[in-house]
């Protein structure tokens, strides 16, 4: 724990490739400051837990520098929104983590008009894409796993209704199996890219898990 809290600690500030891969210059995306946070931050929790208090006041002050950060580099004062990244004015899918991974509450009015972008320009049919367009153009299809994220997002603001519809709408965009690949294109349901990808598995698992628990995960702040 020591060893990755410190490699957080000292790297928070490189850029990256972000969890989608880009391709060109690298950059320093929101998800992978907010990554550093949770880290961090746990770290932090677990150290108070354990009666290291030194430890744990250390790591909570870097996580507090990694969450100004974000707060102040990643976010658009004029549209009220966070964006995805230091100097990249744009959204992308990976921002519905940021109440997900306790980094922001679900009524803050800053989340709540991050969201709003998000149903407005990735949100299709139900289904998400992770971003409209890179280095290689037009994204063609949702992505399977940024539609994982869009119902607990609902269920941590209390919307049920929304919650089981944004499920539902992921169910039917699965093959017969209930598999998903990489992306799924909405026109005839053909899974595209890697199949079976384990990602979107795995989150639909942890979002059904937390409807059926009716309750929000706390927040790590």
């Known amino acids: 724990i020591e060893r990755l809290v410190a490699f957080s600690c000292e790297n928070w500030q490189r850029p990256d490739a972000s969890l989608w891969e880009f391709r060109g210059e690298p950059r320093r995306y929101t998800h992978s400051l907010v990554m550093c946070w949770v880290a961090i931050k746990t770290g932090s929790r677990l150290a108070h837990l354990a009666g290291r208090e030194d430890d744990a006041r250390r790591w909570e002050a870097a996580a507090d520098e990694v969450a100004q950060e974000v707060t102040s580099a990643c976010y658009d004062h004029e549209s009220g929104r966070f964006t995805q990244g230091v100097g990249l004015p744009g959204i992308d899918a990976a921002l519905l983590c940021l109440p997900l991974y306790g980094f922001l509450e679900p009524d803050d009015p800053r989340w709540q008009r991050t969201l709003q972008a998000i149903e407005e320009e990735l949100v299709e049919d139900g289904l998400v894409y992770r971003y409209?367009?890179?280095?290689?153009?037009?994204?063609?299809?949702?992505?399977?796993?940024?539609?994982?994220?869009?119902?607990?997002?609902?269920?941590?603001?209390?919307?049920?209704?929304?919650?089981?519809?944004?499920?539902?709408?992921?169910?039917?965009?699965?093959?017969?199996?209930?598999?998903?690949?990489?992306?799924?294109?909405?026109?005839?349901?053909?899974?595209?890219?890697?199949?079976?990808?384990?990602?979107?598995?795995?989150?639909?698992?942890?979002?059904?898990?937390e409807l059926g628990r009716g309750a929000s995960q706390p927040s790590l702040r």
């Not at 153009?137 to 209390?158: E, I, M, N, V």
Request: glycine share 8%; net charge negative; aromatic share 8%.
């Open 132 to 209: 409209r367009e890179d280095e290689m153009g037009k994204a063609r299809h949702p992505f399977t796993l940024g539609s994982t994220w869009l119902a607990p997002s609902y269920l941590r603001q209390g919307d049920l209704p929304r919650a089981t519809t944004a499920l539902e709408r992921l169910v039917a965009s699965a093959t017969p199996l209930l598999l998903w690949g990489e992306h799924v294109d909405p026109q005839d349901g053909e899974q595209r890219g890697n199949f079976p990808q384990l990602f979107p598995h795995a989150g639909f698992a942890a979002a059904v898990a």
